[in-house]
């Protein structure tokens, strides 16, 4: 505890004094928010009210009428949020709490709620700054410091948060507390790489320095534009878009987060997969999961979470929230009966883990993609989905040589990556995607005849490939600070004992 306490105060007092220099920047309401874009030609975001306002206007124009909320959408984004949560607690701890041996299973759900619930608090602090508010293509900037600014004053109400049409707008509260839980699940989600092994007090400094340097400036590059609004014309487009993150910027889709979150929590996990080293007799001794009914009832519940996952990111309570929505529930189940032919196929039985992994495959595979590609399409990469993350988790895994403990890169690093290059293949108008919306068509003048399957989806590798270093980078550095300051491991002594009792001083299991 006093080891516990210690790394916390060290955590604490860094980020701290990077508080109290963010602090000396002026503060003022951020331009821009942004999340994933259901089907425009570069992703679509949500942005604060009057993006516009970075537009000189006519000095004699009557001032524009304040926009005001629709309680639909309001209403299904605060379902939504409540929806993400369900997916990471209890959902994501028992799916992979149920994994472990069970003298692990309660240190995996205390690593994973606490885990998330640090993320929760970083991201109101700092987090939701860095990354949905105007600074350069690669960090947010420091307007909403401890969310200052999201009273409007002027206005005596709460600052708003543009969706992905023109003139509709969400309370930016609700915006920014969706976005905190899709930034707690990220990091809670590299937890399986490592599980059984790792001191808790070194979980949590490695997080809170990975989710500053990498998952933030890539939600940054990846979703961050200035809002439909700003768009007022043709002439203003080159200098809108120059504002938005380096990745949107490209052209890159992520409806949901198939970069942002599976694919730049997949490598986090493979870096420390091999720092943290393999488990205490990896290969030699038994390390089957403790509980696969645990495991079936978390996988099914990420299923039910998955809907405020994927459709909340349209934003609003619309076709392409429609869309997304019977994505989901599609590819998840095409990926499900995929992994079950390829078990039948390769061990002569399907078996429940592989239902229950053949589930995630789908849903993260399919999140990139849900709101911007066609039914048939969701399907086929769901389908897709299925089999690769199969090989993902059995044939790569032996290649890498890694003890990835829950295969979060076979089953995230592979599925994101898959569906986010498919992504731009069935995004197109010709196989049944909604390509290019009309917003965009009205500020750009593209149309859906300019839609090229090869140049999008050398824009989704490029999206990949930053991702991938990115977080690659950032994660060997963080545990290497971490290493050297509080250490990666327990004991070998503890490890055999077990993390419930080591590390928590209880047990999943009185017997």
């Known amino acids: 505890m006093k080891k516990l306490l210690a790394s916390l105060a060290l955590g604490l007092s860094l980020l701290t004094s990077g508080v109290a220099v963010m602090a000396q920047a002026p503060a003022a309401a951020p331009a821009a928010t942004s ?34 909320p629709n309680k639909g959408d309001t209403a299904w984004m605060m379902t939504s949020t409540i929806l993400v949560i369900l ?29 998330f619930s640090l993320i929760v608090v970083l991201w109101f602090i700092y987090g939701y700054s860095l990354a949905f508010t105007e600074g350069n293509a690669y960090f947010g900037g420091f307007d909403r410091l401890f969310m200052a600014g999201i009273w409007d004053n002027a206005a005596g109400t709460f600052a708003n948060a543009a969706t992905f049409s ?7 509260i609700v915006f920014a507390a969706f976005q905190a839980t899709f930034a707690g699940i990220t990091c809670a989600l590299i937890v399986g ?50 504002k938005g993150g380096y990745l949107w910027q490209s052209g890159a889709l ?40 645990l495991t079936m009832v978390g996988s099914a519940l990420l299923w039910v979470g998955w809907f405020g996952f994927n459709a ?27 992994w079950c032919v390829g078990e039948a196929l390769m061990r002569g039985k399907a078996s429940m883990l592989g239902a229950a992994s053949g589930a995630v495959a789908g849903l993260v595979a399919i999140t990139p993609a849900a709101g911007n590609v066609g039914i048939g399409g969701g399907l086929i990469i ?49 196989l049944g995607g909604p390509g290019f919306v009309a917003d965009w068509v009205t500020a750009t ?19 990949v490939f930053i991702t991938v270093v990115w977080s690659g980078v950032v994660s060997f550095v963080a545990y290497k600070v971490v290493d050297l300051t509080i250490g990666l491991r327990v004991s070998e002594e503890d490890e055999r004992e077990g993390l419930d009792i080591t590390s928590h001083g209880e047990t999943a299991y009185n017997r």
């Open 35 to 68: 999340v994933a874009a259901p089907a425009e030609a570069k992703p679509a975001a949500a942005a604060a009210t009057a993006p516009a306002a970075a537009v000189a206007a006519p000095a004699e124009a009557a001032a524009a009428p304040a926009l005001v």
């Open 382 to 430: 769901g389908f897709i989905a299925g089999f690769a993350c199969l090989w993902g988790v059995n044939g790569l895994k032996k290649m890498l040589g890694a003890d990835d403990s829950l295969d979060v890169f076979g089953v995230h690093g592979i599925g994101g990556i898959l569906g986010a290059l498919l992504t731009g293949v069935f995004n197109s108008p010709s």
């Open 166 to 172: 023109k003139g509709v707008v969400l309370p930016e």
């Open 193 to 242: 790489a490592f599980a059984e092994r790792m001191k808790f007090s070194a979980v949590l400094l490695f997080m809170a320095i990975w989710f500053t340097f990498s998952y933030a400036p890539i939600a940054h590059m990846v979703w961050f534009w200035m809002g439909p609004d700003a768009y007022t014309g043709k002439e203003v487009v080159d200098a809108m878009n120059a």
């Open 312 to 338: 909340g990111s349209a934003l609003e309570a619309n076709g392409f929230a429609a869309l997304a929505f019977i994505n989901t529930l599609g590819a998840t189940a095409a990926a499900v009966l995929a």
């Open 87 to 115: 997916m990471v607690v209890p959902g994501l701890a028992l799916f992979y709490g149920g994994l472990v041996r069970s003298k692990n299973m309660l240190s995996v759900l205390m690593q994973v709620m606490v885990t």
């Open 254 to 293: 992520d409806f949901a987060g198939g970069t942002v979150v599976h694919i730049n929590a997949a490598v986090a996990g493979l870096v420390g997969a091999y720092m943290v080293g393999k488990r205490i007799g990896y290969g030699k001794e038994a390390m089957a999961p403790h509980s696969l009914t």
């Open 445 to 463: 003048g593209v149309t859906a005849a300019d839609y090229s399957i090869v140049s999008q989806v050398w824009i989704q590798a490029k999206a």
